[in-house]
């Protein structure tokens, strides 16, 4: 029941992000116009354009997901204090940054901020996921698994910290709407103009998160065992991710391109989350068992 729950908040989290996603692609954030939590003054408005509908949409699901995440963290706050209480943290603040961001009339800082809390919402869920599916007495992992430097914890944790700071300057450049500053889908060099200057960035780090995903990803596959199909989805969805920037670019911001552009990141956020927290779990050190006492002979 556990790990469904978690799965399940987690799928939802998931699919909440993405909804948001096409909300912003289809310029949908005040489709309610600055009415918070209600949507023009209703709590079920008429649906005169796709507009109130996709923002009544992503708030009705954003509710429905709040009671998971919550229902999520109190079953499984024994397995990991720490994660569960940073998961109802980021909850908290999250909703409170969407009301923020409505109030506001979508300011981009704040924007892109909901983006990151929600982001770091699903990845804390995806590793309270991992740690609450461990064995509690985990038996003494193979000696190729356990060895130090056995597994790239170090690369996956760099592959993790710059993937969703990628993550997060997209939403800034897309917030800003410097989406297309860089007209041409290859070529882009930095200028006195910010949106530009954001746009480069932005692509420059996309190929450090493709250097170091393939990095961490080669030395799974070389390792072998469970963690292996990490290494190589992992690969392969960064490639992914790269062209579908590309064609971001080449068809003029069409929504369905750019929201595919976001659940495709998730998805590598996700997997590189899931790979380093088993990485971290299985170099855990195992408590040794305590050797008897010595009895004293009569």
Wanted: proline fraction near 7%.
């Amino acid at each position: 029941m556990k790990r469904i729950l978690l799965a399940t908040a987690t799928a939802s989290v998931f699919f909440l992000m993405v909804l948001g996603g096409l909300v912003s692609a289809t310029d949908s954030g005040l489709g309610c116009g600055d009415d918070w939590p209600k949507c023009n003054g209703q709590w079920i408005p008429s649906f005169d354009t796709p507009e109130v509908f996709l923002e009544w949409l992503h708030r009705l699901v954003a509710a429905l997901t709040g009671l998971l995440v919550l229902g999520a963290v109190l079953v499984a706050r024994r397995q990991s204090t720490a994660l569960a209480a940073a998961a109802l943290g980021l909850l908290i603040v999250q909703v409170i940054l969407g009301a923020i961001a409505v109030r506001l009339e979508l300011p981009p800082a704040v924007s892109t901020a909901h983006l990151a809390v929600g982001t770091a919402l699903f990845a804390v869920l995806i590793a309270l996921f991992v740690v609450s599916s461990a064995p509690s007495s985990p038996s003494p992992a193979p000696a190729a698994a356990s060895a130090p430097g056995s597994l790239p914890v170090g690369l996956l944790g760099a592959a993790v910290a710059v993937t969703f700071l990628q993550m997060v300057l997209g939403a800034y450049v897309r917030h800003i709407g410097a989406g297309l500053a860089c007209p041409d889908p290859i070529v882009c060099f930095p200028s006195q103009y910010l949106p530009v200057t954001v746009h480069f960035l932005h692509r420059l780090m996309a190929l450090g998160v493709l250097g170091l995903v393939h990095a961490a990803g080669a030395r799974l596959l070389r390792r072998g065992g469970g963690l292996r199909w990490a290494g190589g989805i992992a690969m392969v969805l960064v490639v992914v991710q790269i062209g579908l920037g590309v064609l971001s670019v080449s068809t003029q911001l069409q929504p369905h391109v750019t929201t595919t552009h976001l659940a495709v990141a998730l998805l590598l956020l996700g997997t590189l989350v899931y790979a380093y927290t088993q990485g971290a779990l299985r170099g855990r050190p195992q408590p040794q068992p305590q050797p008897a006492p010595l009895r004293a002979e009569a």
